[in-house]
């Protein structure tokens, strides 16, 4: 029975990590068996100016989600970690966005950020000030999708800092308190 699973890990994992690095050292279409050309894709990819663009827009990306996600995270946790109805209602309603698809996320953040019909729109509009099209403008388009991703990704991080927070036995708290 081990040994089926690691048959099927080798299978399904490891034969094609090696055979997708085997593949990059090639120049392959595909009907042939390619040629090999060593280095010489990874040189056209980091001469491609797109390619560059988009780690930069990645790193950027992650700058804006991972640390504030982490941070709203845990201060939700903290403020929710209590044995109160309400704690727990605030705690449902905090992690019912990670359960979301992203077809309902794109719908609900579409309703929200579209410049014409959109909700801020309405309330850029009604406030008398131009409505910011955060979805088509260079600028706003990175920060737009880091603020959708840290409110549908916020649910999961907080249960597991709340989990980790309930693991501390209570009298530990009434000796951090008395100290």
């Given at each position: 029975?081990?040994?089926?699973?690691?048959?099927?890990?080798?299978?399904?994992?490891?034969?094609?990590l090696f055979k997708g690095m085997?593949?990059?050292?090639?120049?392959?279409?595909?009907?042939?068996?390619?040629?090999?050309?060593?280095?010489?894709?990874?040189?056209?990819?980091?001469?491609?100016?797109?390619?560059?663009?988009?780690?930069?827009?990645?790193?950027?990306?992650?700058?804006?989600?991972?640390?504030?996600?982490?941070v709203i995270a845990l201060a939700?946790?903290?403020?929710?970690?209590?044995?109160?109805?309400?704690?727990?209602?605030?705690?449902?309603?905090?992690?019912?966005?990670?359960?979301?698809?992203?077809?309902?996320?794109?719908?609900?953040?579409?309703?929200?950020?579209?410049?014409?019909?959109?909700?801020?729109?309405?309330?850029?509009?009604?406030?008398?000030?131009?409505?910011?099209?955060?979805?088509?403008?260079?600028?706003?388009?990175?920060p737009a999708l880091a603020i959708?991703?840290?409110?549908?990704?916020?649910?999961?991080?907080?249960?597991?800092?709340?989990?980790?927070?309930?693991?501390?036995?209570?009298?530990?708290?009434?000796?951090?308190?008395?100290?």
């Amino acid at each position: 029975d081990v040994y089926k699973r690691q048959l099927l890990y080798l299978l399904i994992l490891v034969y094609p990590l090696f055979k997708g690095m085997w593949l990059s050292l090639h120049r392959v279409d595909i009907f042939g068996d390619g040629e090999f050309i060593g280095l010489g894709n990874y040189t056209r990819l980091f001469a491609d100016p797109v390619f560059i663009q988009a780690l930069i827009n990645t790193f950027v990306v992650t700058l804006m989600i991972v640390p504030p996600l982490t941070v709203i995270a845990l201060a939700l946790a903290l403020a929710l970690n209590r044995a109160t109805r309400g704690a727990a209602i605030f705690r449902g309603i905090f992690f019912s966005s990670a359960v979301l698809s992203v077809t309902i996320v794109t719908l609900i953040w579409r309703f929200i950020l579209a410049p014409d019909a959109g909700l801020l729109g309405e309330i850029w509009s009604a406030v008398g000030w131009e409505p910011l099209p955060f979805l088509s403008a260079p600028h706003l388009t990175l920060p737009a999708l880091a603020i959708t991703t840290i409110w549908w990704s916020l649910g999961l991080p907080m249960l597991l800092f709340l989990a980790g927070l309930q693991q501390i036995p209570q009298d530990m708290y009434e000796a951090a308190a008395l100290d």
